[in-house]
């Protein structure tokens, strides 16, 4: 198996910083139990979404680019599962790659538990 050159995984790593340095101002991390008086969701009485307002936050895209991660895996889905951000206003895109560990299990069963609550999967 060929190696990767120093100069593609930096260029990765630049990318993967310049990623979370554009979601970290919209997102808060809670790493304890929930605050009390959370904001409500916005949606009318039958249960429709309200329309795009001020008061709702943007919704984010998150990219998880996992590989051979089936060691902090666990940990990290946990955080992602605690943050204080409506899960809606969440997009999630997964990509994985030829995995020799565990990793593709780990997300295939956290995607099928968690699909119904994020925006997009």
């Given at each position: ?6 100069r ?9 910083q310049?990623?979370?340095l554009l979601l ?8 304890g139990?929930e605050?009390?008086?959370?904001p409500?969701?916005?949606?009318d009485p039958?249960?429709?979404p309200?329309?795009e307002?001020?008061?709702?936050k943007?919704?984010v895209?998150l990219a998880?680019?996992?590989r051979?991660?089936?060691g902090?895996?666990?940990?990290f889905?946990?955080c992602?599962e605690?943050?204080?951000?409506p899960?809606?206003?969440m997009a ?6 030829r995995?020799?560990?565990?990793t593709t299990?780990?997300?295939k069963?956290w995607l ?7 925006h997009?999967?």
């Open positions: 198996m060929a190696a990767r050159s120093p593609f995984s930096s260029t990765l790593r630049r990318r993967r310049a990623l979370l970290l101002p919209h997102l808060s991390f809670s790493f139990a605050e009390e008086g959370e409500p969701v916005l949606a039958e249960g429709s309200l329309p307002s001020a008061l709702q943007p919704t895209f998880i680019l996992a051979n991660a089936a902090s895996l666990p940990h889905l946990g992602l605690r943050l204080r951000y899960k809606p206003r999630v895109w997964v990509a994985k790659e995995n020799v560990d565990n299990n780990i997300l069963e099928k538990n968690v699909q119904k609550l994020y997009y999967l």
